[in-house]
């Protein structure tokens, strides 16, 4: 685990989503507020120095040269030229540097801020939002904003205090020069207000394609084995191609504008140039400015300018950087899932005595998963879960650790309602094993020990793997707990990878035991093997086991059979066994396929 930085000063996010855009900005950058007007201070002083240059080359050319005094003059103005570019050049060092700490600092608890804050969202909010795209929020937008606090933001004061002071310059040299030099201001501030509003609407839609395409990219290779099993590449190929076009098109859009408003921009402020050089020529010619006040006005005007048509990249740098803001606030704005708030919390844990009680649940509006289910287990139970797919098997265990809430009804935990527990403590005291186990690009060793929170010695993580039939496979590899495993375990097969995941979670020893179809992805031996482990792994925890074969669940003290939401039968394996009814054709159906199975067997074991 990387340790972690210097910390940073804190910021209350709550102020910057609650505030307008540009104040939220500026909250955002709360505790570099000295760095930022550090970087703007430096950047004025820079600008002094430059136009310092071209007022001391005025006073150089009319004073020095003209008047032919060189000697100690010339070394003395060499001196003071190489003052004024040194301090120039520290100048802008320093407010690059304190940019930088503005842009990357503020930036850096923003994103963490940002990682924790979707770290604590809900269950639900996951379901429902495309990794794609949150990745692209995290990483595109946040980089956004860096190099707009990083650039722009302090191109706010330093544009301001560049115009000011060559203004002042040019005003001290003639003030008709001055009136003539800011004639261009209001008509880039028009046009740059113009381009603004068209630039933000471009720049969103061209972030939203992005983000499909990089949910697109993201998707195909997580499931790259199901594509390549299915021969689908062609169809992949088209679908990214498709999204690819749509992006090149949105992006030609928004490169169009820019590529408008930069000619618009430079023609109005050459024209403003040339047509103040022009006047400012012809004072000289008149004897009205001198020659060096009219090289010192050259040189000032092109810093006049700059900021001028840079005031137009900023307007539309900040339209990027507000786009970017909205949708990193869009996501803060989503209330966190409460882990810790709670009426009940056992010091000693739970005993696993649960209860549903008219226990009713949907995802949408009018459209129930579960309706009216009741029952009733004793701790150390094991309760099994059967029906077809989508009947509500995985609805019902992701209740118990409050992944959702119930609709209607209760469940109770040792006769205290559910929602008296808090999220946090409930999922200590629950063990989950998937039916398609993650595991983490590390080793296997912290696979299994992911879910603690303290040290772990080695004895207990091999015995764990020996309860999850995984030791011994383990121990064949070159470096044993130590063997790195790929971007979900693509180094282990599927019935490895399995058991991995069962070795992780019996090594919380939870209370609560959830097996979702955990068994689906090994072979009948090693089903065996963890079956024979589980037998006592099992005794005093309430395990819920959702499978599809009737031969894993036949052991279970209570067999709940589902349909469309429902339960339409309860009871042991001998007790529906001898009822007419779903169980017993799902058995006989099960039993024909395992019979006909074995007989071939049989025959190709003869030949």
Not at 382 to 401: D, H, N, R, Y
Not at 560 to 584: C, K, M, N, W
Not at 585 to 606: F, G, H, K, M, P
């Amino acid at each position: 685990v990387a340790q972690k930085a210097h910390t940073y000063p804190p910021c209350d996010m709550q102020c910057v989503i609650s505030s307008k855009p540009l104040i939220s900005l500026w909250h955002l950058i709360s505790g570099f507020h000295w760095q930022y007007f550090g970087a703007t201070f430096f950047a004025g002083t820079a600008a002094l120095a430059r136009t310092g240059v071209n007022l001391f080359l005025g006073y150089f050319i009319d004073q020095i040269l003209i008047k032919r005094q060189y000697g100690t003059k010339l070394i003395e103005a060499a001196l003071i030229f190489a003052a004024l570019i040194a301090g120039q050049a520290f100048s802008s060092f320093m407010s690059g540097k304190l940019a930088a700490q503005t842009g990357e600092g503020s930036t850096r608890r923003l994103r963490d801020y940002l990682f924790n804050h979707i770290q604590r969202l809900s269950f639900a909010y996951h379901s429902e939002a495309k990794t794609g795209d949150l990745l692209e929020r995290a990483t595109s937008d946040v980089d956004t904003l860096r190099r707009f606090f990083s650039d722009q933001a302090i191109g706010i004061g330093r544009i301001t205090l560049i115009f000011i002071i060559n203004l002042t310059a040019i005003y001290r040299i003639n003030p008709r020069l001055a009136g003539i030099s800011v004639v261009i201001v209001p008509v880039i501030l028009v046009v740059s207000l113009l381009f603004f509003k068209q630039l933000s609407k471009s720049y969103a839609s061209y972030q939203e394609q992005e983000a499909v395409l990089t949910t697109n990219l993201q998707e195909n290779l997580s499931g790259v084995r199901v594509v390549k099993a299915f021969a689908r590449q062609g169809y992949e190929i088209d679908k990214f191609e498709g999204n690819n076009a749509e992006k090149l098109r949105r992006g030609e859009k928004l490169n169009m504008m820019h590529a408008l408003f930069w000619p618009i921009s430079d023609l109005i402020c050459a024209a403003q140039q040339i047509t103040s050089s022009f006047i400012a020529a012809l004072m000289a010619i008149d004897g009205v400015i001198t020659v060096g006040n009219f090289i010192a006005f050259a040189g000032l005007l092109g810093w006049l300018i700059w900021p001028v048509r840079n005031l137009g990249r900023l307007i539309v740098d900040t339209s990027r950087a507000l786009v970017s803001f909205k949708r990193i606030t869009n996501i803060l704005k989503v209330p966190e899932e409460n882990l810790f708030i709670a009426s009940c919390q056992p010091e000693n844990g739970v005993k696993g005595d649960i209860s549903f009680d008219h226990v009713s649940f949907e995802y949408e509006k009018n459209h129930p998963v579960l309706q009216d289910v009741n029952f009733s287990c004793k701790a150390g139970q094991v309760v099994a879960l059967l029906g077809s797919t989508g009947s509500g098997k995985t609805s019902l265990v992701k209740l118990l650790p409050r992944f959702y809430d119930v609709t209607s009804g209760r469940i109770l935990l040792d006769g205290v309602n559910l929602n008296e527990y808090s999220r946090d403590f409930l999922r200590s005291q629950i063990g989950i094993v998937e039916q398609e186990p993650f595991l983490f690009s590390a080793s296997i060793r912290d696979n299994i020990t992911y879910g603690m929170k303290h040290e772990v010695s080695q004895a207990k993580v091999e015995e764990v793997a020996r309860d999850a039939a995984i030791h011994d496979v383990v121990e064949s590899f070159t470096n044993g707990y130590d063997t790195l495993v790929g971007e979900r375990g693509v180094t282990l097969s599927g019935g490895q990878k399995q058991r991995v995941a069962i070795a992780r979670a019996l090594l919380i020893n939870p209370r609560i035991l959830i097996l979702d179809d955990s068994t689906s992805s090994v072979d009948m031996e090693t089903e065996v093997q963890i079956r024979a482990a589980l037998e006592n792994l099992m005794k005093d925890r309430t395990t819920f086991i959702i499978a599809h074969r009737i031969q894993s669940i036949m052991d279970a003290d209570l067999i709940l059979v589902f349909d469309q939401g429902r339960i339409i039968q309860s009871g042991t394996h001998a007790e529906l066994l001898s009822q007419p009814g779903a169980y017993q054709e799902i058995y006989e159906i099960q039993t024909r396929i395992d019979n006909a199975l074995q007989e071939e067997i049989d025959n190709v074991s003869l030949l």
